[in-house]
C-alpha cells in the first residue's frame, strides 16, 4: 500500500470491513500526538478536550511517560502473578498513600475500568452474610454507567445496554441518584454493597448533591454493607483533587482511566483489614492486570501529576473554563469539578456540536443529547482552552444552522 492510500477515508473504509461494529464509524483516524494536541492521518490538527475519555491526563507522549514505559519495557514489560515485580509494588504503594488508606487496605491490579468493578463486584458478593441471614442484594444508581462486561453491566443504568445480553448477574437493584431517603429504604441487612460514582460521567457529568456522599457512607456503615465508590472516569486528578470521593472513606474504590496515562490499567484498592480480607487466596486472578510495564507507565503519571502540580492546575483552569462557558447565552448550564467539565445547550444538538468542533479543530464529547463533556489532559493550558472558548460561539452556530437548514426529503 502507498501511503498515499493511508488518508482518513480510505484508513475508514479498511476500519468498517475490518473491526467489529459495535463502536459505530469512526469520526476520523487518529495517527500522532503531542501534549494536548492530535493529528489526523490527513495531517489536520485537533486540541484534545476529551483526552480518550479521561485517559490521557499527561497528554499525549509526554516525555516523562515515555521515558518510564520505554525503559521499562527494554527492562521487563511482563511476568505472571507467580511474581512480583518493584514497579507494581511501588504503585500500589504510592496509590495506596494518596487515597490516604487506613491500615491494611490493598490494591489490586486489572486492565480496565469494567475488569476494577467486576472485582469489585466479586468483593460485594463475598460480604455474604450468614445462612440465618444472608446478604443477596447490591444497590446502584439511576443512570449510572460501571462498565460493560457482565458483572459491571448488571450494575449499569442504562437499559439499552443491557437488555440484549440478559440474563445478567442476579441481585442488583437501582435507586434514585442522590436520594438519601431512596437509599435509606432501600438499605437494610440483606445488602450486600452501594456501587456509587461520584460523579456520573456517562450520564453527562452529573453531580450528586451535597452530602450525599456522607449520608451514603453513615447509612452503609449502619447495615455493614459495603460502600464502593467508582472512581474510574474521576480519579487521579481528574476533579482537581486526587479522588472525588476523598471526603469520605469508601470500602472500596475503582480506578482506571487516569491511572495508567494511556496505558491500560485499573485497580480496585480495598480499605481497611477487613474489607481486604473478602478476597482470599484463589478468589480472582489475572493474567495482564498489574505487569511491569503497566505499573511503570502509571507511576510515571502518577508522578507527574504530583511533580508537576496538576491537581491544583486542574482546579484553577476547571474553575476558569467553567466561568468562561457561563458566560455564553446558549450554554444553559455548566456542572462538574476541575478538568470534568458538562455544559448544557439550549437546544438538544450535542451530536452536530461534536462534529462540528471537529471541523473547527476540536475534539469534544456528547454523552447526552443536550450535553457536551470536556475531559481535556490535566497538562492543557489556559491558553489552549482560551482558543476553544473563542471558537465556541462560531461552532455552535455552525451546528444549529446545520440543522435548521431546509432540506426536501423531510418534514
Ligand atoms: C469508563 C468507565 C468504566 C469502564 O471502564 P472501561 O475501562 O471502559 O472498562 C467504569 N466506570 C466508570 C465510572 C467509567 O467512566
Known amino acids: 500500500m502507498t501511503s498515499a492510500e493511508l ?41 484534545d478536550l ?30 505472571s502473578n507467580f511474581f512480583a515485580s518493584e514497579p507494581q509494588i511501588a504503585l500500589a504503594t504510592k496509590i495506596l498513600e494518596l487515597a490516604k488508606a487506613p491500615e491494611g ?6 486492565n480496565s475500568g469494567t475488569e476494577a468493578n467486576e472485582a469489585a463486584f466479586k468483593l460485594a458478593r463475598r460480604n455474604a452474610g450468614t445462612e440465618e441471614k444472608p ?11 460501571h462498565g460493560r462486561t457482565m458483572g459491571a453491566l448488571a450494575l449499569t443504568w442504562k437499559e439499552a445496554y443491557r437488555a440484549p445480553f440478559e440474563p445478567l448477574p442476579g441481585g442488583v437493584e437501582f435507586i434514585p441518584a442522590g436520594d438519601i431517603d431512596a437509599l435509606t429504604a432501600a438499605l437494610d441487612d440483606t445488602v450486600q454493597a452501594v456501587f456509587i460514582e461520584p460523579i456520573q460521567g456517562e450520564a453527562g457529568v452529573v453531580e450528586l448533591p451535597e452530602g450525599y456522599l456522607e449520608a451514603a457512607r453513615e447509612l452503609t456503615t ?44 485499573g485497580a480496585l484498592v480495598t480499605f481497611g483489614e477487613t474489607n481486604s480480607h473478602l478476597l482470599s487466596a484463589g478468589q480472582h486472578g489475572t493474567t495482564f492486570g498489574g505487569n511491569p510495564l503497566a505499573s511503570a507507565a502509571a507511576l510515571a503519571t502518577l508522578t507527574v501529576i504530583e511533580d508537576d502540580n496538576l491537581i491544583d492546575h486542574a482546579q484553577q483552569l476547571g474553575k476558569w473554563i467553567t466561568a468562561q462557558l457561563e458566560q455564553l447565552d446558549f450554554v444553559t448550564d455548566v456542572h462538574g469539578r476541575g478538568l470534568l467539565i458538562g455544559f448544557d445547550l439550549d437546544v438538544d444538538t450535542s451530536a452536530a456540536v461534536v462534529t462540528a468542533a471537529l471541523e473547527h479543530g476540536f475534539i469534544v464529547n456528547a454523552p447526552t443529547p443536550k450535553t457536551i463533556r470536556l475531559a481535556p489532559p490535566l497538562v492543557l493550558t489556559q491558553e489552549e482552552a482560551q482558543t476553544f472558548i473563542d471558537e465556541l460561539p462560531m461552532i455552535y452556530r455552525r451546528a444549529t444552522a446545520n440543522l435548521s437548514a431546509p432540506s426536501a426529503s423531510k418534514k
Open 105 to 110: 487496605s490493598r490494591v489490586f491490579f486489572t
Open 135 to 145: 446478604r443477596t442484594r447490591i444497590l446502584a444508581l439511576e443512570n449510572s454507567f
Open 7 to 47: 488518508t482518513n477515508a480510505a484508513l475508514t473504509e479498511q476500519y468498517q470491513d475490518h473491526l467489529l461494529g459495535v463502536f459505530g464509524t469512526p469520526q476520523r483516524v487518529l495517527s500522532k500526538g503531542k501534549g494536548a494536541k492530535v493529528w489526523d492521518a490527513d495531517g489536520n490538527k485537533y486540541l
Open 222 to 265: 449502619a447495615a455493614s454493607a459495603l460502600l464502593i465508590v467508582d472512581e474510574v472516569q474521576t480519579g487521579i486528578g481528574r476533579t482537581g483533587q486526587w479522588f472525588a470521593s476523598s471526603n469520605i472513606v469508601p470500602d472500596a474504590m475503582t480506578l482506571a482511566k487516569g491511572l495508567g496515562g494511556g496505558f491500560p490499567i
Open 50 to 79: 476529551l483526552a480518550g475519555i479521561a485517559v490521557n491526563a499527561l497528554g499525549h507522549a509526554h516525555p516523562r511517560w515515555v521515558k518510564a514505559v520505554s525503559d521499562q519495557a527494554a527492562t521487563l514489560a511482563h511476568v
